[in-house]
């Protein structure tokens, strides 16, 4: 993509806050700048909200609610439909987008795009699917009735590893539900959001139902919505730390939360694994979204007897990517979010090397604008290191060994996180015993990649609550009434 088209993309991004179904200045007219990493300069300046715009796009969503929950579901699933039609025409933009302002390459982007579109198309499937029920009580003197009813107005919180994907996942359910909403980006990755929503206005979003703010100010703005009592849920994506400040705040609303927050994968491969296919998952599970995802694998724990030649293999295929801006031709490997996560990456690999790891490929930043670091593997990784303790959220594969099937439980399970584990074994009742084993609310078996639209997608531990997607996804936006009437023949 030349120069010219993104400049002429990124002028097609409204620069304001969407409240009440018009693009409006910050009321203090502040902006700040939104930066490419791969160059560190700022492509964007865009509204910077403080507290008063929360509460006014909270304003906003409350005006709206009583109609949208009325609004009949087939009408909500038709407006996520052709929302959802819009996404597709407008998939290398956004696509390009997300590679300006995140990092990621392209094709990952678009692939990105795939999967956060197919909420709006698996809830517009779902929302006309919500269900009560009504029958006899066991005493035989009453009918009892059961409904499901939208929970309210919603404060949705986003990262910026995904930006698209983490804010469709949460905005079709609420609206396939009747919910309406105050959207918040990561600062780092408004853009994506905020074309997203455009494309929502495009479709027939009624002013209100969706209200997106971009602030630099997220404690002050998110502390105002989330004390406010007109709120009645708060869905959030992203650390645990971040997660947990903003459960005790919810606590004094006694509101609903889903809470998607951080993980410290486990990636099992067991002796009798197909070692071609344990290596592809690996390298997926890994270096996809250059390792920024909570799904990553953070910890491979492999059988001593394979050991040696799944690094050696690992690190042939790592040495073949290619680093650079998203952008370029043949990348997969694109600059990380910012500086902050290059240090964490690299103090994470130098603490590996410090107490015994063997360094097979990378370990080190790379010398050129913006913030990369080099696509790394380490093996021998020795207990205690902080690596296998905390998520390292970059492209480095940390490789330490078992030797047998009791001892990979306790490692895979050492873990304050419990979001995803992966398992590579031929064995079909071993692999049936780590499902039941393993603490994890998520399990590829002999994949690397689990997401999908259709699956209940979340963690256990402190990796969060609640479930994205799937059968579960919309029922995080309903709340459950049920009422009792006398016999009609009594
Ligand atoms: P983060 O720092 O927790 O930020 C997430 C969101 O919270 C951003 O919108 C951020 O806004 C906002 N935020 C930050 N501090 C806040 C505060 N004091 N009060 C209110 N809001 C605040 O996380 P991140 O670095 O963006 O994302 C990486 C983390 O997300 C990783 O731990 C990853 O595992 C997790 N994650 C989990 C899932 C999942 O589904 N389980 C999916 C993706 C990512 P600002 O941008 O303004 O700081």
């Not at 969407?18 to 693009?23: F, L, P, T, V």
């Not at 998110?222 to 709120?231: G, N, T």
Request: charge should be negative; charged fraction near 25%.
């Amino acid at each position: 993509m030349g120069e010219t088209s993104e400049t002429g993309l990124l002028a097609q991004v409204p620069d304001g806050l969407y409240i009440a179904g018009e693009w409006r200045a910050a009321r203090s007219g502040r902006t700040f700048g939104v930066t490419d990493p791969s160059t560190g300069e700022v492509v964007k300046e865009i509204a910077d909200a403080a507290v008063e715009d929360g509460v006014a796009a909270l304003d906003a969503a409350c005006e709206a609610f009583p109609s949208w929950s009325r609004t009949p579901a087939r009408e909500r699933a038709e407006l996520l439909r052709d929302a959802y039609d819009l996404i597709q025409e407008r998939a290398e933009d956004l696509a390009l987008l997300m590679t300006i302002e995140m990092g990621k390459p392209l094709a990952e982007s678009m692939a990105e795009v795939r999967y956060g579109g197919e909420f709006l198309r698996w809830f517009s499937e779902e929302a006309a699917h919500v269900q009560g029920r009504y029958g006899s009580n066991p005493e035989g003197t009453g009918r009892m009735i059961v409904t499901q009813h939208p929970v309210g107005p919603c404060y949705l919180v986003t990262p910026w590893n995904f930006p698209l994907a983490m804010a469709t996942r949460k905005i079709a359910p609420a609206l396939a539900a009747g919910c309406t909403a105050v959207v918040k980006p990561a600062s780092q990755t408004p853009l994506t959001t905020t074309l997203f929503v455009r494309l929502l206005a495009d479709a027939g979003l009624p002013a209100g139902v969706v209200n997106v703010i971009t602030t630099t100010s997220s404690g002050p703005v998110s502390e105002a919505v989330i004390s406010d009592p007109r709120l009645r849920k708060l869905s959030f994506t992203g650390s645990t730390e971040v997660g947990q400040k903003l459960l005790a705040q919810a606590a004094a609303g006694v509101l609903r939360t889903s809470m998607e927050l951080g993980g410290n994968a486990p990636f099992v491969v067991f002796e009798d694994a197909d070692l071609d296919k344990a290596v592809d998952g690996a390298l997926a599970a890994k270096f996809r979204n250059i390792g920024e995802a909570c799904t990553a694998a953070n910890r491979f724990i492999v059988h001593a007897s394979l050991a040696e030649e799944f690094a050696r293999r690992v690190t042939d295929r790592v040495r073949e990517f290619r680093t650079g801006r998203g952008t370029e031709e043949g990348v997969t490997i694109g600059p990380l979010i910012d500086e902050r996560a290059v240090d964490k990456a690299d103090e994470l690999v130098q603490d590996a090397l410090a107490n015994g790891a063997r360094l097979r490929v990378g370990g080190g930043r790379i010398d050129r604008r913006g913030t990369f670091y080099e696509a790394t593997v380490l093996s021998d990784v020795a207990a205690g290191s902080r690596i296998l303790r905390e998520e390292v959220f970059g492209p480095v594969l940390a490789i330490t060994r078992f030797t047998d099937e009791d001892e990979a439980v306790r490692l895979a399970n050492d873990t304050e996180f419990g979001l995803v584990s992966y398992v590579y074994t031929r064995d079909l009742a071993r692999g049936q015993r780590m499902v039941e084993r393993l603490e994890t609310g998520m399990m590829g078996l002999n994949v690397g990649v689990v997401s999908n639209p259709a699956a209940p997608f979340g963690g256990w531990k402190l990796s969060g609550l609640g479930r994205e997607g799937g059968a579960e996804g919309i029922h995080e936006y309903l709340q459950t009434k049920y009422t009792l009437t006398p016999d009609p023949f009594a």
